[in-house]
């Protein structure tokens, strides 16, 4: 499915004019205000504004510590001590899932720093220089974009070893494709501008083209098409640790709490249902995001 | 539009009558496990308790240990045995009157066949002979047939004949296969093991009907049975991994036989009149290891620190009940020679103090190994907080049997939770052997399949006595040796520290009559009666 | 067909053999990479050196890597994906096995994901911009931000343990094992074939649950795919021109603009259906459903190489294929590429 997202942006490349380059800090606050004025978007906003403060500021909002055990009072329902109960060693729902919010965000954020550049690169150099740099590059993002992204992530995770880094590592492995396509798609329609066509005559280098110009101008649809990627990552992520693949014990990823919790599901609901309802705004919160700024950067995709 | 709304309430009317429907047919036996550990069902290569549990029904015994008191031994395929007077060998007269599934009659041969098969293919069930020093060179002139009948099995060394009676009892290599049958599908001399992988050649009060591996096997009674005909028509098992699942369907009568349920799900059930929990002992014992290769644990200091700070009570309460009871030494429970419970225990301030005189007084970093299933990572969680409070700061590696112990055998690893020592047969050498034994602690010996060796601890004087023990053939003599193992091994600080023995629990529905779960795996279903509701 | 057309043809297909050599050498390299020791699999844990070394040897092991690649690519070349450890049989029987239980999983799924996705997505345009539309955005964005493994636990508790009207773990009930004729391996139409009406609602009852749940995220993706395609032809002249005419807003919608999107969605059906054997893997966990996926999954746990390289390998095949394919009725059906 990731593919054809792609190919629809590929359909309907971004134009330049999209608000970053001029009076950027203006222009930043005007399509922030434009961004919040739906309510769905601004919804998405807010959610993951949450999800950065209860990172940052997770050891004064957190009401306990989420490793430490509690063997005397395991499996509690959710009360005024511990409001979204407690889980098989006595641990903290709450502060865990606080906690987790760290997790998450690493692995996002992990994520994101190598797909977006790696994308980037590879999609603007193989749209840019085409022939065979453009064959070699676009036949390996078709290998990797003939197997399914879990399904992937799952074999390298397989074959590097269960834990956060690894999880990341295949992760990004599987996510790189589509933004390189994406990168390519865009470059291809900015190669022949006059914009770049002035650079070329007036001698730019070709590295100078591509990073000063040609990646700027791909930059809008790039960071919608990662944002939407986050909430992919995030279910991943999820995925894998669900399957005992991702974060080791004691780390309180929200996935791994669920696939632990689900031996005790059916007398101590919360231990399920709270990491789930969490991984579900959040990633629905970048789902929004996503949404909202293609709207905002591109109108005619709607 | 008024037709199909009424062929809807149709549906759904028969939908909800096919729910309430649920109750498993009396002439049938339908039991979930976890068939992951059934990988081939060739009893010269299968591992594990789930495959024993299904050849025991599949195929015979020369003998059989009593379910209740397993130092009892029971005719089974023979009806006579004796003990030379040199204590060297044991002839078995067997039953002239069975027939394989075949058709085909069980002789004296089959039974030479099937334990030279083991040894000469050299697969996983080999290493059990091995231990007690038959090869596949010497098979031959040791396992003879004597009559069409008769046959004799030869010791290579000064052994303790219950030990040999016991491995015919109880390992999941001596089940006597049919020599003609599984020679007609052999492939390339492999001793029909391609084919036994899927197929059962055997005698045993089942037939073997459907295998679909990794999703359910289908047996169906066997009338020509030599023993008593069972009652039960048709075994069904399945495949099932979600414990949940099993307790719902259990609770329904969806299901007969549970077994492999996590231990949430049998605790809710402990109320449940109908059903009845039934907790086996099995030998294996549950332990947290550490590594002699590894510096710092080589310290015996560090390693009595390590010892008397794991929570055993905290672990044997909330952790192990319904896998295991409480066990600190590496013999079993309830044999004459296994000692009382050393109970260790360190406060924070002694183990802080022997880390100290260690020369770690601010402890160290290290890594604990689990498999990443209920109870070790459970236990590997509650190790890990226990350590931090003497400063030790270790990160858990879960993963696979394969993963945890591939890194054992490999020596790779710092403190493992883990479980083995075999334990099958009622006798201190079945975990001793496993467990302590190390005759070459050298890289180069790999050793793989003793304990001893992968933990890399070597005590000299406990290989001496192992080896003393199992030639000797006077219980006294041999009980003494065993206590004196032990007491060495708990004042020498091995790298091995049980801390309980595994429990096998099964959920029966109470429509189920003698389901026995046997202390060996081996669990016969042949006298198993379902009543109606 | 021209000649550049059959030179385009030609150039496709050398792409597809290419694609098909990165991905034997990228199930290759997993393979080799997994950390889990595949001997160790087959022996035990237990099992004494002398008889891994010989297992070691027997599985070609002890051969350099690239000797083993070759053997490798000429094996697969020739059909042969060797036997699993896990089962012990071909991995090609294996699969074979597995499959119709994936299909038939993903094939309810799909209809469940065509049924509501794209009336959903129809809704969504003719009401741009209403509460209806940014509804039907909240709801696909659902669809695709809840963990599916999640929504499978859940369901199974309020509709297996609570209110009992699905069934519970598997395809069947137990009872009906082997109590119907196997003719195609899909239960739902080899129970009505052998007249077993009580088996074909236990099977109806238990695969109801886990395919809607495997649907819901084809329902998001099909829905918005429609509302974009949707709005697309809304906007153009001939629309405008048909309302003009005075044509009802239901003929507008129906006859003209939707039969326009047909060709559209149908490659877009293709692709979702790819994307459910992803979330099978997940769906077949939960369920304890004997597909594809969880045969996948039983091996990459296993290390058994065998089954995980060819199961890898054929869901790329897969997903090659239904790309090829939606490319293929793209080409064929859409007006634009035919004129």
Redesign the interface.
Known sequence: MKNQQTLRHADFPLSPRAGVMPGKGAAFLKSFRKLCRNPLSASGVVIVAVLLILAMAAPWIATHDPLVQDLSRVLSAPSAAHWFGTDEYGRDIFSRIVYGSRVTLYIIFLVTIIVGPIGLLIGTVSGYFGGWVDSVFMRITDIFISFPSLVLALAFVAALGPGLEHAVIAIALTSWPPVARLARAETMTFRKSDYVVAAQLQGASAARILFHYIAIMCLPSLIVRLTMNMATVILTAAALGFLGLGAQPPLPEWGAMISTGRSYMLESWWLVAFPGAAIMLVSLAFNLLGDGLRDLLDPRTE | MALLKRCLIGLLGLWLTASASANTPSDQLIIALKMSNILSLDPAAATGNDIAFVNANLYDTLIELDVADPTVIHPALATDWEVADDSMAITFTLRDDVEFHSGNPLTAADVVWSIERVLDLNLALATTWKALGFTRENVAQLVTQTGEHELEIAFPRQLDPKLVMYTLATSPSAFILDQQEVMAHEHEGDWGNRWLTTNAAGSGAFVLGQWIPQDRIVMAKNDRYWGETPVIERVVMRNLKESQTMRLMIERGDLDVAIGMSVPDIRSLENAEQLEIQTTQRGTLYYVAVSMNNDILADERVRRAIRGTINYAGINDSIMPYYGIFHQRPVKLGLPATLPEPMYSLTTEEARALMAEAGYPNGFTTTIRALNESPFINVAINLQSSLERIGINAEILSGTGNQVYGAMRDRRFDIIVGRGGGGFAPHPDSNLTPLLLNPDNSDEARLTNFQGWRTGYQNTRINELITEAVAEADSDVQNALYAEVQSIYEEDVGALFPFSQMINTVVVGGQVEGYRDDPSAMTRLRSVTKTRE | MTRSRYLGLLRKLG?IA??LF??LT?TFI?GR?????PV?????????????E??FREMGLDRPVWVQYQYYLQAMLSGDFGR??????PVVD?IL?VLPATIELATVAILVGVGLGIPLGVYAATHRGRLGD?LT??IT??G???????VG??G??VF??WL??A????RI???Y??MFESYTGFYLIDTLLSGN??AF??A??HIALPALILGLNSVS?LGR?TR?FM?EQLSQEYIKTARVKGLSERSVIWKHAFKNIRVQLLT?VA??Y??L??GA??IE??F?W?GFG?????S????DMNA?MAS?LF??LV??FL?LLSDVLYTLFDPRTRS
């Open positions: 792409v290419i694609t990165g991905l990228m997993i990479l997994m950390p889990i020791d160790l699999a087959v022996v035990g844990p237990d099992a004494d050196s002398s008889t891994y010989q297992v699993a450890i896990l089962t012990g049989s294996d096995r940014h955005r909240l964005l659902f695709y931000s809840t963990p599916v493994f999640w636990m859940v199974l508790i297996y343990a009992n009207w069934g519970a773990a598997g009930g137990f009872a094992d082997g009406l009580e609602f236990s109806l009852r993706f795919m974009s709005l877009i692709l979702a790819g994307g054997l992803e893997v997940l966990t939960v304890a004997p969880q045969y996948l999954t039983d990459l746990l296993m290390g995980v890898v869901i790329g997903f090659v790309n």
